[in-house]
T-cell receptor, first 110, second 113 residues
Framework: QKEVEQDPGPLSVPEGAIVSLNCTYS??????FMWYRQYSRKGPELLMY??SSGNKEDGRFTAQVDKSSKYISLFIRDSQPSDSATYLC??????????WGAGTKLIIKP | DGGITQSPKYLFRKEGQNVTLSCEQN?????MYWYRQDPGQGLRLIYY???????QKGDIAEGYSVSREKKESFPLTVTSAQKNPTAFYLC????????????FGQGTRLTVV
């Protein structure tokens, strides 16, 4: 079992829909979580990070952590075609290195 | 403009040749990283360096080598010992090891024929 699991998709939704992207993790140590967005043939860029249970909002994006279920989510409200990208979740390990999920490819249809 | 520059964007090499990928940053970051990205596998850490003249192996270091002679530069050499070198290579840096935010370059797509 990988330490961070993420469905690679693709996930296709219509413009304006609420998108839910999810990851699960197995190791409860160092519970710092990050969401990165990666456009095709580009490097990833940090969207949000969080280390506490509950929700963290930034504009149309909400990161949610459920430590009891070892489940992290990223919600995108009012999705736009420009949100089409691969979304990577990552968790910091005890060596302060990032453990990455496989990334979910998101397609927003106009 | 501050950032990380990887070059070249696309690289083609014949099997059996060593090739060096460039990574330069002007963010004054101490830590630098090399990742390999394959479809459906996420990012896998090849090497990282938390300070000049020091670096550590990541999860898939076999067939790769690095150097960190200057703070700004962290080149990666893909050697002929790497059995499956065709991949997308990403360089990243962070203020220090353990920082929550890593800044990435635009990547180098290496194709070995």
């Amino acid at each position: 079992q990988k330490e961070v699991e993420q469905d690679p998709g693709p996930l296709s939704v219509p413009e304006g829909a609420i998108v839910s992207l999810n990851c699960t993790y197995s190791n409860s140590a160092f519970q710092y979580f990050m969401w990165y967005r990666q456009y095709s043939r580009k490097g990833p860029e940090l969207l949000m990070y969080t280390y506490s249970s509950g929700n963290k909002e930034d504009g149309r994006f909400t990161a949610q952590v459920d430590k009891s279920s070892k489940y992290i989510s990223l919600f995108i409200r009012d999705s736009q075609p420009s949100d089409s990208a691969t979304y990577l979740c990552a968790k910091m390990d005890s060596n302060y290195q990032l453990i990455w999920g496989a990334g979910t490819k998101l397609i927003i249809k106009p | 403009d501050g950032g990380i520059t990887q070059s070249p964007k696309y690289l083609f090499r014949k099997e059996g040749q060593n090739v060096t990928l460039s990574c330069e940053q002007n963010l004054n970051h101490d830590a630098m990283y090399w990742y390999r990205q394959d479809p459906g596998q996420g990012l896998r850490l090849i090497y990282y360096s938390q300070i000049v003249n020091d670096f550590q192996k990541g999860d898939i270091a076999e067939g790769y080598s690095v150097s960190r002679e200057k703070k700004e530069s962290f080149p990666l050499t893909v050697t002929s010992a790497q059995k499956n070198p065709t991949a997308f290579y990403l360089c990243a840096s962070s203020l220090q090891g353990g920082s929550t935010e890593a800044f990435f370059g635009q990547g180098t797509r290496l194709t070995v024929v």
